[in-house]
């Protein structure tokens, strides 16, 4: 496992080649890299994000956090179903950005709508990255189980954790559970006691608590 510094760089902005986002870099040699995108209300500079990029980047990671198409159009407001594929267009380009400054491992974590448009790109190219870390995946509508939101979910083969509140109105862990079993990935799953869609990053600790086990999982002590 990398050992933790205190020694972070200040996360640089970026806005080129169709990328818009935080970069975070080590201090020492990276020893992966994670990209992080938001959910459909928010932006790259969401709690969530920003706590987790602060963490893992703190273990060695070069991590991207970075804006989906529909939120570099314009700053607030949902995504339109319609432009989903130019959303997943940008994972892509972000992905890639990523890998033409470190070469090695590559993760891919998305809170919400973030989530379920990397999975869905995923499952379609699975060897795009490494691994995928589904924050709050948005299993159906609230109060809507009938409009689910899983039928990519049998083609997904690359190793992907979820991080999923017990008080999610997107999927109770037993909805979530069933989807997971559709997959024939390799999973793992973190269940915040309590914690709503949100998952309230710094009230519960989620960032910390994703890292720790997402080195477990994805056996990333190793990739230095």
Same mark, same amino acid.
Do not use: C
């Given at each position: 496992?990398?050992?933790?510094?205190?020694? /972070?760089?200040?996360? &640089?902005?970026?806005? &080129?080649?169709? /990328?818009?986002?935080?970069?975070?870099?080590?201090?020492?040699?990276?020893?992966?890299? +994670? $990209?992080?995108? @938001?959910?459909?209300?928010?932006?790259?500079? $969401?709690?969530?994000?920003?706590?987790?990029?602060?963490?893992?980047?703190?273990?060695?990671?070069? /991590? +991207?956090?970075?804006?989906?198409?529909?939120?570099?159009?314009?700053?607030?407001?949902?995504? @339109?179903?319609? #432009?989903?594929?130019?959303?997943?267009?940008?994972?892509?380009?972000? %992905?890639?950005? *990523?890998?033409?400054?470190?070469?090695?491992?590559?993760?891919?974590?998305?809170?919400?709508?973030?989530?379920?448009?990397?999975?869905?790109? %995923?499952?379609?190219?699975?060897?795009?990255?490494?691994? +995928?870390? *589904?924050?709050?995946?948005?299993? @159906?509508?609230?109060?809507?189980?009938?409009? =689910?939101?899983?039928?990519?979910?049998?083609?997904?083969?690359?190793?992907?954790?979820?991080? @999923? !509140?017990?008080?999610?109105?997107?999927?109770?862990? =037993?909805?979530?559970?069933? $989807?997971?079993?559709?997959?024939?990935?390799?999973?793992?799953?973190?269940?915040?006691?309590? $914690?709503?869609?949100?998952?309230?990053? #710094?009230?519960?600790? %989620?960032? !910390?608590?994703?890292? &720790?086990?997402?080195?477990?999982?994805?056996?990333?002590?190793?990739?230095?």
């Amino acid at each position: 496992m990398t050992e933790e510094s205190d020694d /972070v760089d200040v996360p &640089e902005f970026v806005d &080129e080649a169709e /990328v818009r986002g935080f970069l975070h870099t080590p201090s020492g040699r990276s020893v992966g890299s +994670l $990209a992080l995108t @938001h959910g459909a209300g928010g932006n790259f500079d $969401a709690p969530l994000l920003a706590a987790s990029a602060d963490a893992w980047s703190a273990r060695g990671f070069t /991590v +991207l956090r970075f804006d989906l198409a529909f939120r570099r159009r314009k700053p607030s407001g949902p995504p @339109h179903p319609s #432009k989903a594929d130019a959303d997943r267009a940008s994972i892509e380009t972000a %992905v890639t950005y *990523l890998r033409r400054l470190r070469r090695g491992p590559i993760l891919l974590g998305g809170h919400s709508y973030g989530g379920r448009q990397a999975s869905m790109l %995923v499952a379609e190219q699975p060897e795009l990255v490494d691994g +995928l870390i *589904l924050m709050s995946y948005p299993l @159906h509508p609230p109060g809507k189980p009938e409009k =689910a939101r899983t039928a990519h979910l049998p083609q997904l083969r690359t190793r992907t954790m979820f991080v @999923h !509140g017990t008080k999610d109105p997107f999927g109770s862990p =037993a909805e979530l559970s069933d $989807a997971i079993a559709l997959m024939p990935a390799h999973t793992a799953t973190i269940e915040i006691s309590g $914690a709503g869609h949100d998952l309230s990053a #710094k009230k519960y600790g %989620v960032a !910390g608590l994703v890292l &720790e086990n997402a080195l477990e999982f994805f056996d990333a002590g190793s990739w230095s």
